[in-house]
T-cell receptor
Framework: DGGITQSPKYLFRKEGQNVTLSCEQN?????MYWYRQDPGQGLRLIYY???????QKGDIAEGYSVSREKKESFPLTVTSAQKNPTAFYLC????????????FGNGTRLTVT | EDQVTQSPEALRLQEGESSSLNCSYT??????LFWYRQDPGKGPEFLFT???AGEEKEKERLKATLTKKESFLHITAPKPEDSATYLC???????????FGEGTQLTVNP
């Protein structure tokens, strides 16, 4: 079955530590995205990548970093510079064609204390 | 800047009680409006894409419609399994990214 796998489902970290969230897709999609979701707020775009070895900042990129070394993988690192890292993080991919919808993984809930 | 506003924030219905969710948008040029369903602790699941005013799409008890300023998601005779958060998003003609609204949390009581 093709899909997007985010791991782990729950992640706990101490303040001041960097943490990397995994996102893997076997849909052969070129474009991949990272969103953050907080209670009562819409999904906010962190970073996106339309092709391997290239990515762009979204609306809330500060305190985050990404890499896109392989088509299948788009890991997100939450650095200690991110002031409010506790949130639900969603990874998505999109097939070719701007009219195509995003396909989402089932998210990683990060708690930083 | 693209803006998407959904209302109401939360809606509680009895089973069989039809209603509508609203998504108002401001975008320089609309390439597509997307509806998603999200269950607690899960990622959003794609429902519909609408491209131009007057367009309608249906799936089971759901029907989505589009005007030049807003979209409605009509729910006919809902069942408890329709309980979820419904998200609306827009993509403008010049971009590849989606701008999401805050969602409407729907609860259908048996």
């Amino acid at each position: 079955d093709g899909g997007i796998t985010q791991s782990p489902k729950y992640l706990f970290r101490k303040e001041g530590q960097n943490v990397t969230l995994s996102c893997e897709q076997n849909l052969n999609h070129d474009a991949m995205y990272w969103y953050r979701q907080d209670p009562g707020q819409g999904l906010r775009l962190i970073y996106y990548s339309q092709i391997v070895n290239d990515f762009q900042k979204g609306d809330i990129a500060e305190g985050y970093s990404v890499s896109r070394e392989k088509k299948e993988s788009f890991p997100l690192t939450v650095t200690s510079a991110q002031k409010n890292p506790t949130a639900f993080y969603l990874c998505a991919s999109r097939p070719e064609g701007l009219d195509s919808p995003l396909h989402f993984g089932n998210g990683t809930r990060l708690t930083v204390t | 800047e693209d803006q998407v506003t959904q209302s109401p924030e939360a809606l509680r219905l009895q089973e069989g009680e039809s209603s509508s969710l609203n998504c108002s948008y401001t975008v320089s040029g609309l390439r597509g409006l997307f509806w998603y369903r999200q269950d607690p602790g899960k990622g959003p699941e794609f429902l519909f894409t609408l491209y131009s005013a007057g367009e309608e799409k249906e799936k089971e008890r759901l029907k989505a419609t589009l005007t030049k300023k807003e979209s409605f998601l009509h729910i006919t005779a809902p069942k408890p399994e329709d309980s979820a958060t419904y998200l609306c998003a827009v993509r403008e003609t010049s971009g590849s990214r989606l701008t999401f609204g805050e969602g409407t949390q729907l609860t259908v009581n048996p």
